[in-house]
């Protein structure tokens, strides 16, 4: 038994599936600190207790954000990826951002998130 859809409903179940990116919203040119709290307390979508709630809720002044990173020691060190789940706030927040990587080899230790959108305390 095989299904087969069209490219368009194709299309249209990986976009209703993935937050949305922006291009109906306007992205913010600046936001104050307390209007981010604000919006990250509003959504339900976003548990308190993520690492991604932390490193969006802490960026007041910080342009980069390195979203992964290596933890424990020797044979048991091993990297933390939280690289989609702080890109699904920022755009849940509507946040303007710049993603990249700078590692040599491209390796996950080397993203970051530059944050275009001005923060105001």
């Known amino acids: 038994m ?14 209703s599936a993935l937050p ?3 291009k109906n919203m306007k992205t913010a040119k600046t936001m104050k600190r307390t209007m981010i709290l604000k919006r990250l307390e509003k959504s339900h979508v976003v ?12 960026m ?10 290596i933890q424990g020691n020797g044979r048991f060190s091993q990297n933390a990826d939280h690289t989609e789940e702080i890109l699904n706030v ?5 946040i303007n951002f710049y993603f990249g990587n700078d590692a040599p080899r491209g390796g996950k230790p080397g ?4 944050i275009r959108t001005k923060i105001i305390d």
């Open 2 to 15: 095989s299904i087969s859809i069209t490219l368009k409903e194709h299309k249209l179940l990986i976009n």
């Open 20 to 22: 949305d990116t922006g």
């Open 47 to 58: 548990n308190k207790n993520s690492v991604a709630y932390h490193m969006v809720s802490s």
């Open 60 to 69: 007041s002044n910080k342009k980069l954000i390195r979203p992964c990173y």
């Open 90 to 94: 920022l755009r849940l927040l509507n």
């Open 111 to 114: 993203n970051y998130i530059e």
